[in-house]
């Protein structure tokens, strides 16, 4: 992990923080089930039952590279986003992806599911200098990950497609907006019922 820098008044005060921000390290125990619900809705629904490579799930990224003529949907795991933000680079070749797609199977050997989740929402990058859904709560909403609403859990899960975009502290409705597309993931999945979502 990079570091943080922190500067300090004379009597200890923060002034500011500059750098990456990591939070505290959540055990998976510890993770509410909401943010585990959401993410899962939005980035891979089938995480509990695929081997790290999600075959239903590259089929529909390149049916849709046909129809549109470009790439607008991913096709790759929460395993696969975690092999590549730990060991490689986002660089968009085949060879990566081949790396990606062998460390994530790699990764599911080793690791169980709920370990590999907790890896991912300890790692996974938020916005805002923000890396694992700690720091981001803290930093969107003052207080820690173990706390989370289900409203908060929607905004957060949804910073992952595009954490610059949605960031809540450049582009507020654009974070509700995407939360809103989250909420609705988790009432089709059926984590929640849609009086939650309405309520959230």
Do not use: C
Request: charge should be positive; aromatic fraction near 10%.
């Amino acid at each position: 992990n990079g570091q943080m820098i922190r500067v300090r008044a004379a009597d200890g005060t923060v002034i500011i923080s500059l750098g990456p921000s990591f939070g505290a390290w959540l055990r998976y125990k510890d993770i509410p089930k909401v943010m585990t619900d959401a993410v899962l809705s939005v980035e891979d629904r089938r995480f509990r039952y695929h081997p790290g490579v999600d075959p239903i799930g590259i089929t529909r990224s390149f049916l849709v590279r046909y129809q549109k003529g470009r790439f607008t949907q991913g096709g790759s795991t929460i395993t696969q986003q975690l092999a590549r933000n730990v060991f490689l680079t986002n660089d968009k070749t085949w060879t990566r992806k081949f790396r990606e797609i062998i460390l994530a199977l790699a990764l599911e050997w080793k690791f169980s599911k709920d370990e590999l989740l907790e890896l991912y929402l300890n790692k996974v990058y938020f916005g805002g200098g923000s890396y694992g859904i700690d720091a981001a709560s803290r930093r969107f909403f003052g207080h820690s990950a173990t706390q989370m609403s289900l409203s908060e859990a929607a905004v957060v899960a949804g910073l992952v497609k595009a954490p610059s975009r949605y960031s809540p502290t450049a582009d507020a409705q654009a974070a509700l907006g995407r939360a809103g597309v989250v909420l609705d993931t988790m009432v089709d999945g059926g984590f929640i019922t849609r009086s939650q979502a309405d309520s959230a």
